[in-house]
């Protein structure tokens, strides 16, 4: 059991591909351990292998509330096989300290994954969840692609970045996702 330390936005290795798992082995069981541990050290929801500088596809979430307990839960090898909807989602992320900011989200998502136990598993979330849209902020730190990938307020979001001694956004990072803007545009 141990406190991993988080490597912050502009580290490179956030932007990494990552590889698959092929067996949940004692070392990954470790890992997924140390990452609760870690999670739960920085106050987090969700926490992500390439996040504790481990280049695999496995994120970790608890999604509880004061009035909603949620199980612990970990995705290994995740694909997200359905979305649709769209909302604008308030997050932060371990690797940005105290930065929040409007992202646009899928409102309803399937994920596809393999558990502790190697056995194959889908999971539906939806209405814009606080766990549809945490799947897809980790499921995307296991693509490279970060939180700050789609901005709603760049500007706003820079300026949030720079007074937290973070780079700001790279615009040839931010998603094109006009199938979230069509939607967006009609709420
Ligand atoms: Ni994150």
Same mark, same amino acid.
């Given at each position: 059991?141990?406190?991993?330390?988080?490597?912050?936005?502009?580290?490179?290795?956030?932007?990494?591909?990552?590889?698959?798992?092929?067996?949940?082995?004692?070392?990954?069981?470790?890992?997924?351990?140390?990452?609760?541990?870690?999670?739960?050290?920085?106050?987090?929801?969700?926490?992500?292998?390439?996040?504790? @500088?481990? =280049?695999?596809?496995?994120? /970790?979430? *608890?999604?509880? !509330?004061? &009035?909603?307990?949620?199980?612990?839960?970990?995705?290994?090898?995740?694909?997200?096989?359905?979305?649709?909807?769209?909302?604008?989602?308030?997050?932060?992320?371990?690797?940005?300290?105290?930065?929040?900011?409007?992202?646009?989200?899928?409102?309803?998502?399937?994920?596809?994954?393999?558990?502790?136990?190697?056995?194959?598993?889908?999971?539906?979330?939806?209405?814009?969840?606080?766990?549809?849209?945490?799947?897809?902020?980790?499921?995307?730190?296991?693509? @490279?692609? =970060?939180?700050?990938?789609? /901005?709603? *307020?760049?500007? !706003?979001? &820079?300026?949030?970045?720079?007074?937290?001694?973070?780079?700001?956004?790279?615009?040839?990072?931010?998603?094109?996702?006009?199938?979230?803007?069509?939607?967006?545009?009609?709420?």
């Amino acid at each position: 059991m141990s406190v991993l330390k988080v490597i912050n936005y502009g580290d490179d290795v956030l932007r990494q591909p990552t590889e698959k798992v092929h067996k949940v082995s004692a070392k990954i069981q470790k890992l997924v351990n140390d990452m609760f541990d870690t999670m739960y050290a920085y106050n987090g929801v969700g926490l992500a292998a390439p996040q504790v @500088g481990v =280049l695999k596809k496995i994120f /970790v979430l *608890d999604c509880s !509330t004061d &009035d909603d307990p949620m199980p612990q839960m970990v995705f290994i090898n995740p694909v997200i096989i359905k979305k649709s909807g769209a909302i604008l989602s308030r997050e932060g992320c371990l690797s940005f300290p105290n930065v929040f900011t409007d992202v646009k989200r899928y409102a309803d998502v399937t994920v596809r994954y393999m558990d502790m136990k190697g056995k194959m598993r889908e999971m539906t979330a939806t209405e814009g969840s606080l766990l549809c849209r945490a799947i897809q902020h980790e499921y995307d730190h296991t693509e @490279g692609i =970060l939180f700050v990938d789609h /901005v709603v *307020d760049r500007f !706003t979001t &820079d300026n949030l970045l720079h007074e937290n001694q973070l780079p700001p956004i790279d615009a040839n990072r931010i998603l094109s996702e006009p199938d979230l803007d069509n939607v967006l545009m009609m709420i």
